[in-house]
Every structure is written in structure tokens, then in C-alpha cells.
């Protein structure tokens, strides 16, 4: 689990994934046949078709392209003003729901490749304390824009060493929790987690049919970026995104809304809200899955979507599929992911590569 700690504990939001994707570079040297990094910022690791040696030296057929994608984005903030008492006001780049912003440690990041300059402050909203604020200003919740970070540090300070744009982001351990990992952006380092792994597992095996494009994508957090400017790059044949998705089956939420339930396996995604998973893929993971023992279930997201929805449109359309690692508590610095799913989603995509 040291890598998946390595890349929850990493910061980058969308368009400032620079620290991930030197993280992601340095750990999957030996891996790939080439590597590179396109325009948008994302990374593209190719993997050749290593196919077992035909008799009487048959045609070699095409190589199916398959195209993996891992967003590296996790949501966060980007300085927006700083007023002149040095306290910092931001703009939110992702979705937060903002009952879990309150009073909470962040990390402000003026230079997106020398952690050695971050800076640690405090998040809260303005306004006052409960001690002082009437009942219904205890009842309010405030908004992102209302919220203010505070350095601890005299304005002319924060004024020379921080400025608009710069990247914030909320700030949390990693840790155990009985058979789960705790972390506050599983979404979606769980899934560079399970691309690498997967990948090295492939490794392994020697011999696979497919060539392999692993997609490390940028900007899938403010509208699925990153992805369609790769795909389109590379053609794939088969689109594979991998990602998060909840797992609601906790206290207060109806059965029948509970979209995955931890420790079941990896999460088939029937649909979501960007795309439709194509049914021979979906129902080509379901038989590997099945063939191998590994725990999955199928799911479907009512709302949200993967990178898969923008790898489906990209050019002439590509047939695609989502494998999802349940999460409970998505988008808080609480996100919690069970052993069980991780490594089935691991094993389940080796398995799928090697005979695809």
C-alpha cells in the first residue's frame, strides 16, 4: 500500500497534476515501451503487444488497442484573491459539498513542482464563532466562496510568496481503518493505483495479445478532459476507464441507492451519467471475473460519469467500459476504499488484458 499512500498524499488539482505525473513516471520505469506526455498534461504509457510465438509463421493479426484511463486530478482549490489582512479566498475546480470544509487543514502549493515551498494553513468560513453568531447563523451553511484560508502569517508575507492560481488542496493522512484505507483522495489515485498495478501484473504473464495505452488523464474533475484530447490522439479500439464510484451502503441512505456495497468486489458500471458501458465488454469482464474467482457486482451511477464518456465520442465514437472501486464518503478527506475491491479491480483488469 506505500504507492497508493504515495499518490493519495500527492497533490494536483485539475491543470496543476505536475507532482502526480512525476510520481506515476518515476514508478512505472521498466514498464512501458515508450512514454510520453501530451499537450492537455496527461501521460501516455504504451505498452507493445507481446503475443506467443505462432506455428508455421502464421499472419500476425493487428493487436487490439485498448486505451486505460486513470484520471490523476483529485478535486481542490485554486487562489482566487487575497485580501489585505492575508487571508486567502478560492475557487473551487471539482465538486465539493460544502458541509465537509469546515475547519479543516489545507496545504497551499505556490510551486507546483518544490513541494519544499508549500505552505500549511486553515480553512473556515468567515463570519463568527457559535459562541457569538445567533440560531440562524448556526443553521447556515456557508458557501465555497465565503470560506477563507488563513496562513497564520502576516500579509506582506502571503502576499510575496503566494499567488492567484496557485493550487490549494484540503489536507488529510493516510491510514488503516480495519480492512479499508482511509485518504482524502481515493478519487481517483485508487485508480493510477490499480492501472500500475495492473499493468505490472501483465508484466508478469510475459505474453499478452493487446497493446496497451495507459492513460494517466488530466482535468477529469471539471468536465472529463484530459481523456477525449488522448483518445483521439491514440484511436483506441476499446476505452477502459477506471474509477471510483460510491458505495452508499452506510446508515441513512436507502438500499435501493446504495449503487456498490463494500467488500462485494470490483463494481461492473452498467451506465452512469456520461455513458453506457458497451455489453460485450461488460459482459467480457463478468466472464474473466467469473472464470478466475474474482469478487465483482454490477452497478450503476444515477449521476456522475467517467472518462469514459468523453473516450465514447472522441472521433468516430470507441466502444468503452468503466471498472469502478466502491468508495464510501466520495469527495471528503475521508474516502474510504476495502482491500477486497482494490485488489479485486487489480486482478480483474491483469486478467481482462491478458486475453483481450
Not at 52 to 62: F, I, L, N, V, Y
Not at 105 to 133: E, F, Q, R, S, W
Amino acid at each position: 500500500m506505500k504507492l497508493l499512500e504515495q499518490l493519495a498524499l500527492t497533490p494536483g488539482v485539475p491543470g496543476r497534476e505536475h507532482r502526480v505525473r512525476k510520481l506515476i513516471e518515476r514508478e512505472i520505469k521498466g514498464l512501458f515501451d515508450e512514454v510520453r506526455t501530451d499537450v492537455m498534461g496527461s501521460l501516455i504509457c504504451v505498452r507493445k503487444a507481446r503475443p506467443k510465438p505462432t506455428k508455421g509463421g502464421a499472419t500476425k493479426k493487428k493487436p487490439t488497442r485498448i486505451m486505460l484511463a486513470a484520471h490523476m486530478d483529485q478535486i481542490g482549490f485554486l487562489v482566487r484573491h487575497i485580501d489585505d489582512k492575508g487571508f486567502l479566498r478560492v475557487n473551487a475546480v471539482g465538486g465539493f459539498d460544502t458541509r465537509n470544509l469546515f475547519a479543516r487543514l489545507v496545504t497551499v502549493c505556490p510551486d507546483v513542482n518544490d513541494p519544499k515551498k508549500d505552505l500549511p494553513g486553515v480553512m473556515n468560513p468567515g463570519g463568527k464563532p457559535v459562541h457569538i453568531a445567533t440560531a440562524d447563523e448556526r443553521k447556515k451553511v456557508p458557501e465555497i466562496d465565503e470560506l477563507t484560508v488563513d496562513l497564520g502569517l502576516p500579509a506582506d508575507e502571503v502576499k510575496k510568496k503566494v499567488k492567484l492560481g496557485d493550487m490549494v488542496v484540503l489536507k488529510a493522512p493516510f491510514q488503516k481503518v480495519g480492512k479499508t484505507c482511509v485518504s482524502q483522495c481515493m478519487d481517483n489515485r485508487v485508480a493510477c493505483w490499480v492501472a500500475i498495478e495492473a499493468v505490472r501484473k501483465l508484466a508478469k504473464a510475459k505474453n499478452h495479445a493487446c497493446e496497451v495505452y495507459c492513460v494517466f488523464t488530466v482535468q477529469e474533475e471539471v468536465g472529463l478532459r484530459g481523456a477525449g484530447t488522448a483518445a483521439f490522439g491514440i484511436t483506441p479500439d476499446i476505452g477502459i476507464a477506471i474509477d471510483t464510484t460510491l458505495c452508499c451502503d452506510t446508515p441513512g441512505v436507502p438500499g435501493e441507492m446504495s449503487v456498490s456495497e463494500q467488500g462485494k468486489g470490483a463494481a461492473l458500471t452498467i451506465m452512469d451519467g456520461a455513458s453506457i458501458a458497451d455489453l460485450e465488454i461488460l459482459e467480457a469482464f463478468e466472464a474473466v471475473a467469473k472464470k478466475h474467482k474474482i469478487p465483482h457486482q454490477r452497478s450503476i451511477l444515477p449521476r456522475g460519469g467517467t472518462d469514459a464518456g468523453t473516450i465514447q465520442r472522441s472521433a468516430s465514437g470507441v466502444r468503452t467500459f468503466t471498472l469502478s472501486c466502491p468508495t464510501r464518503y466520495i469527495h471528503t478527506v475521508t474516502e474510504m476504499v476495502h482491500e477486497t475491491e482494490l485488489h479485486a479491480c487489480r486482478d480483474l483488469l491483469a486478467a481482462y488484458l491478458a486475453q483481450a
